[in-house]
């Protein structure tokens, strides 16, 4: 059974920082990609960043670029999201994610982050 928890969200001021962890189980997480999503009050689900499975090669949505730093452990089956410099419109719900080519996504239950003064 595929399942993926998200924890490290909260509340932090503007120019803050916090780190989000998925921790995942029911499959082989080293050989698959995995991304982090958000969603934002009245918005669609938007990707954040991925990761690759082999190498662990990153990619990142261009309103995060050079704040988040995604990694992973694949000996702890942990990805993380690290973020800097944290604006309010970086408030949303946080989504760990990952997608099987038969049987499509899996998501966590989500972790909240609002940035707020």
């Known amino acids: 059974q595929v399942r993926l928890v998200e924890s490290g969200g909260g509340l932090v001021q503007p120019g803050g920082s916090l780190r989000l962890s998925c921790a995942a189980s029911?499959?082989?997480?080293?050989?698959?990609?995995m991304r982090w999503y958000r969603q934002a009050p009245g918005k669609e689900r938007e990707l954040v960043a991925s990761?690759?499975?082999?190498?662990?090669?990153?990619t990142y949505a261009d309103s995060v670029k050079g704040r988040f730093t995604m990694s992973r452990d694949n000996g702890k089956n942990t990805v993380y999201l690290q973020m800097y410099s944290l604006k309010t419109e970086d408030t949303a719900v946080y989504y760990c994610?990952?997608?099987?080519?038969?049987?499509?996504?899996?998501w966590g239950q989500g972790t909240q982050v609002t940035v707020s003064s």
């Open positions: 994610n990952v997608r099987f080519r038969v049987t499509g996504d899996y």
């Open positions: 029911g499959f082989t997480f080293r050989n698959y990609d």
């Open positions: 990761i690759a499975s082999a190498g662990g090669s990153t």
